[in-house]
């Protein structure tokens, strides 16, 4: 059974940092692209950040280039996501997932509530 399980979201305020993590089991980590969602109250979810399994190559959403960084540690089955400079757009529930051909594979998980206010 497939569980991903993110953590690290919290209350920052603006220009802040969190670090959100993301732990996969059920899944043979290494064969995915890994990917970071989020969805803001009313909004449709949307794709943050991807990082690929074979070269590490990442992607990112216009809106968070230069202030997000994704990676992943393979001995740990985890994808992170590095925020900086957050902004009260931010504020979203943020979510991971695998991909395969572009889209994501499986349920989501519970994700974790990320809150830019001062």
């Known amino acids: 059974q497939v569980q991903l399980a993110e953590s690290g979201g919290g209350l920052v305020q603006p220009g802040g940092s969190l670090r959100l993590s993301c732990a996969a089991s059920?899944?043979?980590?290494?064969?995915?692209?890994m990917s970071w969602y989020r969805q803001a109250p009313g909004q449709e979810r949307e794709l943050v950040a991807m990082i690929s399994n074979i070269n590490g190559v990442t992607s990112y959403a216009d809106s968070v280039k230069g202030r997000f960084t994704i990676s992943r540690d393979s001995n740990k089955n985890t994808v992170y996501l590095q925020m900086s400079s957050l902004k009260p757009e931010d504020t979203a529930v943020y979510y991971c997932?695998?991909?395969?051909?572009?889209?994501?594979?499986?349920?989501w998980g519970q994700g974790t509530q990320v809150t830019v206010s001062s």
């Open positions: 059920g899944i043979t980590f290494s064969r995915y692209a």
């Open positions: 997932n695998a991909m395969g051909s572009g889209r994501p594979l499986y349920h």
